[in-house]
């Protein structure tokens, strides 16, 4: 169901794209672009559960790892802010360099003593909660007025945060002996 729904939404976003900008990847950037999703696709099937966790090696609260999460995913949208006339390679340096500074402490957090479902489910809220202020931001580009646009990422927004609260406290995020909910 996963793959169909990536599937159906890729091919929709670029329907979109094609209309809207009046661009087409050449069919080496489409070839290129599918192998790198094939490639993450099977690593994250290839990647096993960490065994023993590494001992005296603490991790950060849920909460400072939601942050994390949150600013890092923020910053990905960061190249909306800079000043025209700067090379494309600079915001493209910049996101592989972000994902370095998250990805090593976030692969080092997983191994260590406390790493939870809570935490898990920070960092897809911070992601998550990325993707609310965003929605706000990006209505200017969508082809309606703006009071539907506000409404849209108003609902967008609330829903993400009920979805959020609703996880947290359900339990589902947390194993056994792991600390209380984060809300």
Not at 20 to 48: K, M, N
Not at 58 to 64: F, K
Not at 145 to 163: D, K, Q, W
Request: net charge positive; glycine share 14%; hydrophobic share 55%.
């Amino acid at each position: 169901m996963t793959a169909l729904v990536f599937a159906g939404g890729s091919g929709f976003l670029a329907l979109a794209q094609v209309e809207s900008e009046d661009f087409v990847a050449t069919p080496a950037q489409f070839a290129g672009a599918g192998l790198v999703i094939a490639v993450l696709i099977t690593a994250a099937f290839l990647c096993r559960a960490p065994g023993a966790r590494a001992a005296g090696r603490r991790v950060p609260g849920p909460w400072a790892v939601g942050a994390l999460s949150f600013a890092a995913t923020s910053g990905y949208w960061g190249r909306e802010y800079l000043p025209d006339g700067v090379p494309a390679a600079v915001p493209v340096i910049g996101w592989a360099v972000l994902l370095a500074a998250v990805l090593v402490p976030c692969v080092r957090w997983v191994r260590g003593e406390g790493w939870s479902g809570a935490h898990r489910l920070a960092l897809a809220g911070g992601a998550l909660l990325t993707y609310a202020w965003v929605g706000f931001e990006q209505g200017r580009y969508l082809d309606v007025s703006r009071a539907t646009g506000l409404i849209g990422s108003t609902v967008f927004a609330a829903g993400a945060l009920a979805l959020l609260v609703a996880a947290a406290r359900s339990g589902a995020c947390r194993e056994p002996g792991s600390p209380p909910p984060l809300v």
